[in-house]
């Protein structure tokens, strides 16, 4: 019994083994020509997204492509002399003649977009881009192009629809579809988040404030949230932190939709110190998330992750209880006290 059990398995792991190998044989011979889209033995292939695949060795998929005919438009879409195709796939209720690919010149607009300027609180358009803004929305826009991002899709139109990826946007007038970035889209009747209509949104007055963040006379919206009735009211206060004279919001991601509403004891008092840091009278926070028992009035920022206040040293925001208070330091990304080195990690070398 043992003997067969052992032989089964071995005879699994030599398969597995050979089909990432043929696998990566196989992606080596193809010929790549951009976005997803590949050639190999005159046969057209694209290189889909597989959820939860461990491996390294993305397998590419045969499509329904003609070779002869092919032609890729980018954006993942693609024709052939019968078809339009979009990542791969054959889309229908398609009028092939009139088809078009939305150009997106801004991918994902950041906090340098012109309408911000006046409602930065305390920042400049030169100080967020010294703080790395502009590359990382450089970076976010090449990840997108060039990688394939299942939660994000792109456009197309023809004479009858507007597509998000593959899929019809209902109602949707391909006369007037504008892109505001590849989340955001709107007509003269409706705005979209994703394709799907933004409800109770005012397609006249609609504009982008950055990421996840859009407004309107009405509304602040995070996606197709409704997160404030008091657009007027609406500061960015930083890259992360923003704020009506009733709430405060910390936004985690600018791609997904991540944030967080703040219990603060005081939304007047409330500020951003420097980085992800902030506090109001009572209460301090990094990354959105409450430091516990840390004391507003002695607290100062060591370095991007490391803190204290008048009792206590604080790693991101957790309390550092190993750190002796009156020899720590913090050098660069590293910080020691008299019994121990931290790093940025805080992985503690005795």
Known sequence: MKLLIFTILSFVLLSCTCNKVNNFAVQNQHEQIGDGYSIFKNEIYYKRPVPNYSSYLPQPVKTEANFITFNNLGYRYAND?????????VISNVVKKSFLV????????????????????????????QNGVTAAASSLKNLIINNEIPEVEFYAKDNNHVFYGKKIISNAD????????????????????????????????FELICGNLARDNNHIYYGDKIISSKPEKFIMMSENYAKDDNSIWFFRNMLWERFDTL????????????????????????????????????????????????????????????????????????????????????????
């Open 174 to 205: 391909p006369i007037t579809f504008v892109l505001l970035s590849i989340l955001f889209s709107k007509d003269n009747s409706t705005v979209y988040y994703k394709g799907e209509p933004i409800q109770r949104s005012d397609t006249k007055t």
């Open 81 to 89: 002399k019968y078809n339009i195709f979009y990542r791969g796939e």
């Open 102 to 129: 939305f150009e997106i010149e801004d991918v994902f607009p950041i906090y340098i977009n012109e309408i911000l300027k006046p409602r930065i609180e305390n920042q400049t358009k030169q100080d967020l881009m």
């Open 263 to 350: 219990n603060v004891s005081s939304v007047d008092e409330f500020k951003v110190i420097e980085n992800r840091y902030a506090k109001d009278s009572e209460q301090v926070y990094f990354h959105g998330t409450l430091i516990e028992n840390a004391n507003s009035d002695q607290f100062q920022v060591l370095s991007n992750i490391w803190s204290k206040d008048d009792k206590y040293i604080y790693c991101c925001s957790k309390r550092c209880k190993e750190a002796d208070y009156s020899t720590f330091e913090v050098i660069d990304n590293y910080a020691k006290d008299k019994n121990r080195i931290y790093d940025k990690n805080y992985r503690i070398w005795e």
